[in-house]
């Protein structure tokens, strides 16, 4: 007999009861280390001893990318929920309730306007964490709108992807969305505006066939799986095996695909070189140090 369960009044037992978190403490996926939750999010997400690059949300993201940790959201156009009236296991309008609820996101894709090294910037960011990244109708539009408010507001725009590819649930209209980005992509150029992709784990599907490739700079973190067809799919298809490493990010550079593979810790003062660069600024203005005072001694 358990004596806290069976012999102790309810409201003591709920006084002992302590939840436990379930993402306490995060296990590396090469090495099996363990690491604290807080760790890691103090460390953006990277395993402190192997390097790992974990799944980053799309609000820490913006946090380690623009000034402060602040920003202005860009408000998203809707589109019509279940287009298509959507049935496999779930209803497609229950699914979306349950990955709205689980982050907080009206789709998968978040915008913001802010300041990056004191220069405008707009940055969109693909969570992982909603339904897989996966390109819809609401995602192309967020897209769509955050190049336009780039050209709007004369800014560079940097976007992170991530995504399994193409939502099936949405059929047709989640692959128009492919064109659509990519005119909106041809008004960042008409009016000469920088167009950064940082392609993060994982890049793949519909997404890489579009806005994922058609960046100004292509920046790849490190070993992010980046590709159109997984793997296993190509092995399958080919009947061949694939080289070590085949669609990492150190692979792609190595061929041509990627410019630059840039740690997590580095990715911001990246970012604001190429910003920078890009739109000729000057160099952020460094404040004077005072000069030092000269200490006699009495006597």
């Not at 069976?6 to 590396?28: A, M, Q, Y």
């Not at 190509?234 to 550079?253: C, D, M, N, S, V």
Request: charged content about 25%; aromatic content about 6%; some cysteine.
């Amino acid at each position: 007999m358990n004596w806290i369960t069976d012999v102790l009044p309810p409201k003591i037992r709920s006084f002992l009861k302590r939840d436990t978190p379930e993402n306490l403490w995060i296990k590396c996926p090469e090495t099996g280390q363990m690491v604290f939750h807080k760790d890691l999010e103090t460390n953006l997400f990277v395993i402190p001893g192997s390097g790992v690059h974990m799944r980053m949300g799309s609000t820490a993201r913006m946090k380690s990318v623009f000034d402060n940790g602040t920003w202005i959201d860009v408000s998203l156009p809707e589109v019509p929920v279940d287009p298509l009236k959507f049935r496999d296991e779930k209803r497609y309008v229950d699914r979306l309730k349950d990955a709205k609820a689980k982050t907080g996101m009206a789709d998968a894709i978040k915008v913001g306007y802010g300041k990056l090294d004191g220069l405008g910037v707009t940055v969109a960011v693909q969570d992982m964490d909603f339904m897989a990244g996966s390109l819809g109708t609401a995602a192309g539009e967020a897209i769509v709108r955050g190049m336009l408010t780039a050209v709007e507001k004369k800014t560079p725009f940097i976007i992170f992807t991530a995504s399994g590819g193409a939502r099936m649930q949405e059929g047709i209209l989640s692959l128009m969305q492919m064109p659509r980005t990519t005119v909106a992509v041809q008004a960042l150029r008409d009016n000469k505006l920088p167009y950064i992709v940082v392609l993060t784990n994982p890049t793949t599907g519909g997404v890489t066939a579009s806005y994922a490739m058609l960046g100004d700079v292509h920046i790849a973190e490190p070993g992010a799986l980046v590709g159109f067809a997984g793997p296993r799919v190509i092995e399958q298809t080919i009947r061949e095996k694939l080289p070590e490493g085949f669609q990492r990010a150190e692979y792609l550079k190595d061929h041509g695909m990627v410019d630059m593979v840039v740690h997590r810790h580095d990715m911001r003062d990246t970012l604001a070189r190429l910003c920078r660069v890009l739109t000729k600024a000057p160099p952020k203005a460094v404040e004077p140090t005072a000069p030092a005072t000269e200490v006699r001694a009495a006597g």
